[in-house]
């Protein structure tokens, strides 16, 4: 099965900074993977998402990062903002099966 | 837009009390899913469905069961609730792409 841990539970930033926020997962066969954004009191909300055959994407001031060599996912936020304070969460999907495995989430927090 | 909508944002049950949560999605989606999540661990997944009348248990299915009778309904049920089933819980629905999308989740205290 799959196992997908984050690094750093938690990640303070200055606003106007830029933000990173990195993923490990175990399964060299997963095919897809996405970041969602969960803010207090709410579902998680899709961000971005990327297929194994790609190492890059960008959307609209995140990117997201895959390193299939070393099983690295990571999200890049640029010009962090007070409304990007939440949680957020690596999701991975195996070719066998169609479910996600969640990691656990990193909140982040925007200081003024 | 598309939408899953969990019928509560808050609930408070007491102890023993059978206890439905319902989750609606409108995009005509075959898989269904219902997690809880639990600070420290993450989202856990209990039950899912790929289709209407099937259900499979997931990770953490004591003491729940569901019910999908419709293709755009499916509801998680505590038989008789128990103070360890605090927690939030989120439905999430797949169409023919991998990605889920989340309802808002309801907030259930068991008393």
């Known amino acids: 099965g799959e196992s997908v841990g984050l690094h750093l539970p938690t990640l303070s930033v200055q606003e106007g900074d830029n933000s990173i926020i990195n993923c490990a997962y175990s399964?060299?066969?997963?095919?897809?993977f996405i970041w969602y954004k969960q803010e207090s009191g709410k579902g998680p909300q899709f961000i971005i998402d990327?297929?194994?055959?790609?190492d890059k994407r960008q959307g609209q001031r995140v990117t997201v990062l895959l390193n299939k060599t070393v099983k690295h996912l990571s999200l890049q936020i640029a010009a962090t903002q007070p409304g990007d304070s939440a949680v957020y969460f690596c999701?991975?999907?195996?070719?066998?099966?169609?479910?996600?495995?969640f990691g656990g989430g990193t909140r982040v927090l925007v200081k003024p | 837009d598309v939408k899953v909508t969990q019928s509560s944002r808050y609930l408070v049950k007491r102890t023993g009390e059978k206890v439905f949560l319902e989750c609606v999605q409108d995009m005509d989606h075959e898989n269904m899913f219902w997690y809880r999540q639990d600070p420290g661990l993450g989202l856990r997944l209990i039950y899912f469905s790929y289709d209407v009348k099937m259900k499979e248990k997931g990770d953490i299915p004591e003491g729940y069961s569901v019910s999908r009778e419709k293709k755009e309904r499916f509801s998680l049920i505590l038989e008789s609730a128990s103070t360890n089933q605090t927690s939030m819980y989120l439905c999430?629905?797949?169409?023919?792409?991998?990605?889920?999308?989340f309802g808002s989740g309801t907030r259930l205290t068991v008393v």
């Open positions: 399964n060299s066969a997963s095919d897809y």
């Open positions: 990327i297929r194994s055959n790609m």
């Open positions: 999430a629905s797949q169409g023919q792409g991998y990605g889920y999308t």
């Open positions: 999701a991975v999907h195996e070719t066998a099966g169609n479910k996600l495995t």
